[in-house]
Antibody
Framework: QVQLVESGGGVVQPGRPLRLSCAVS????????MHWVRQAPGKGLEWVAV????????YYADSVKGRFTISRDNSKNTLYLQMKSLRAEDSAVYYC???????????WGQGTLVTVSS | QSVLTQPPSASGTPGQRVTISCSGS????????VYWYQQLPGTAPKLLIH???QRPSGVPDRFSGSKSGTSASLAISGLRSEDEADYYC???????????FGGGTKLTV
């Protein structure tokens, strides 16, 4: 069955970097675009970034552009989100999701919590 | 403030039919497929409707989606207590070059 397992969350100081990972199984990873979506505590869903199946196309939300980098390693079936210059407003549960480039977020991981605090 | 506008709350009694609206613009709903997600308390979101009005396998036919122009709607008929959740619409925005979500609608049964 399709599984997406995020890791790497935790408490980090403002301005510091953090890298999230999402290990997938149960499907051919290299056939699908992958997205990161986040949800601040008690708030709604916010799309963060998408990467195409081969990694050649990447798009970002304006709120993270220039600070976050999405990447993937198809040989390791793993998606990444490198976050730098973290701010308090980046605190959220980060979900990785499988889809197509323009949406269709059909499968979601359980999420990993990032808390940016001094 | 979200690019897509949803009512913050909706309610109904068991057996009733409720509708949740999602209003956008020509660059998003007017051009692309609309998706709906259900998020039960304490869980990850789940795809409920794709490509405007298609249900993934396993989603009851009590849930239906529609789209007209720059607006979309999710209808839930035969309301059940287990439908109590947050519902989000989402679509690709051609101008922003990204996925945009509505602010979410909290459904109370």
């Amino acid at each position: 069955q399709v599984q997406l397992v995020e890791s790497g969350g935790g408490v980090v100081q403002p301005g510091r970097p953090l890298r999230l990972s999402c290990a997938v199984s149960g499907f051919t990873f290299s056939n699908y675009a992958m997205h990161w979506v986040r949800q601040a505590p008690g708030k709604g869903l916010e799309w963060v970034a998408v990467i195409s199946s081969d990694g050649s196309n990447k798009y970002y939300a304006d709120s993270v552009k220039g600070r976050f980098t999405i990447s993937r390693d198809n040989s390791k079936n793993t998606l990444y989100l490198q976050m730098k210059s973290l701010r308090a407003e980046d605190s959220a549960v980060y979900y990785c999701t499988r889809g197509v480039l323009t949406g269709y977020l059909g499968y979601w991981g359980q999420g990993t919590l990032v808390t940016v605090s001094s | 403030q979200s690019v897509l506008t949803q009512p913050p709350s909706a309610s109904g009694t068991p057996g009733q039919r409720v509708t949740i609206s999602c209003s956008g613009s020509r660059s998003n709903i007017g051009k692309s497929y609309v998706y709906w997600y259900q998020q039960l308390p304490g869980t990850a979101p789940k795809l409920l409707i794709h490509k405007n009005d298609q249900r993934p396998s396993g989603v009851p036919d009590r849930f239906s989606g529609s789209k007209s122009g720059t607006s979309a709607s999710l209808a839930i008929s035969g309301l059940r207590s287990e439908d109590e959740a947050d519902y989000y619409c989402a679509v690709w925005d051609d101008s922003l070059r990204g996925v945009v979500f509505g602010g979410g609608t909290k459904l109370t049964v």
